[in-house]
């Protein structure tokens, strides 16, 4: 079968070679191309989807984003919406993003920004730090496996999904529940996807339920988080410190006020980036259930919006 690939900023160089080796694939078209599409059955695609480039393929059978969200896609009117459409779902993945999370929560944990800056001047200041309650706003793929490790390595957790939830040493919340589950947090992580709902959900509202003084990591998406009302938060002191890793407009342009902000750790999206070798496994095995009629590995539900 034919593959084209649009990979966006990131080489396609590996997955062009990943892909060509399977006995599955005929062809990997790489976007931008002239070539000619018409037998193109997959698109592999991350962001943005290129305009127009559906209508180039009239025997397009499926769409696999490059990575676990789809809000690049589903967001996109190209998309017909009896296509499926699937995510990556990818063991390399799930753990570079709880790294990074662990990472951040430690970091704020031992008050490491602060004992960098004690070492600049040579100073020898030992204190004592507290256990902290961490809080996961989604608890799918990501947001479960991330709570159930802090949890593993002694934090207190609490997590926050759409259905109710059973993790063990997590106290879970759901639905309305939202401020019971913000009122005792010293730390929230946002693992939701972007839909309808969850857009902006980083919002003054929300600041107003936490606990005052809370430390926020945005791992998600930019679209959730209400830039203004976080700047207001930190200037009030209810939002003590943020690390955030996505924004609204990626690459963050050089003169927005996150930059410099004295509260404010930037991350230039890599929390968690699609390995082209370890998901290549399962991209692959998608496109054998295409060739034997086999339903799908993680389809995103068009309806829900993740
Ligand atoms: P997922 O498996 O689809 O999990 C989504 C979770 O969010 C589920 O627990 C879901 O609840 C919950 N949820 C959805 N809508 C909700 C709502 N309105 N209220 C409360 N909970 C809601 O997604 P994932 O694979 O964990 O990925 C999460 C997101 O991480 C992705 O969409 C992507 O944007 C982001 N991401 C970022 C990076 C990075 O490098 N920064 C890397 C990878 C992914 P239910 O369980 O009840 O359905
Ligand atoms: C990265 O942001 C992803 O959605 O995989």
Known sequence: ??????????????????????????????????????????????????????????????????????????????????????????????GDMTNYVMMAVVMHQRNLLHVLENQKQAKWERHHYPNLRVGVMGLGELGGHLARTLSGAGFEVSGYSRS????????????????????????????????????????????????????LINVARGAHLDEMDLLDA????????????????????????FWGHPKITITPHIASVTTPASAMKLVLENCRRLRDGEKFLHLVDLQRGY
């Open 1 to 94: 079968m034919e593959i084209l690939l649009s990979t966006g900023n990131w080489p396609p160089k590996a997955w062009v070679e990943g892909l060509s080796k399977s006995n599955l694939v005929s062809a990997v078209h790489v976007w931008p191309t002239e070539s000619d599409l018409s037998n193109v059955e997959v698109l592999l695609v991350w962001k943005p989807l290129p305009a127009g480039i559906i209508e180039l393929l009239p025997n397009l059978k499926f769409i696999s984003s490059i990575g676990a969200g789809v809000d690049h896609l589903l967001g996109d009117s190209q998309i017909p919406l009896d296509l499926p459409v699937a995510r990556i779902v990818d063991e390399r993945l799930t």
């Open 164 to 215: 109710s939830k059973q993790i063990d040493r997590v106290a879970t919340f759901n639905g309305a529940d939202r401020s019971e589950f913000l009122k005792d947090l010293d730390v929230l992580v946002n693992l939701l996807p972007v839909t309808s709902e969850t857009e902006n959900i980083l919002n003054k509202d929300l600041f107003g339920q936490i606990k005052p003084g809370a430390f």
């Open 234 to 257: 930190l200037e009030k002191g209810i939002i003590s410190r943020a690390m955030l890793d996505v924004f609204k407009e990626e690459p963050l342009p050089s003169d927005h006020p």
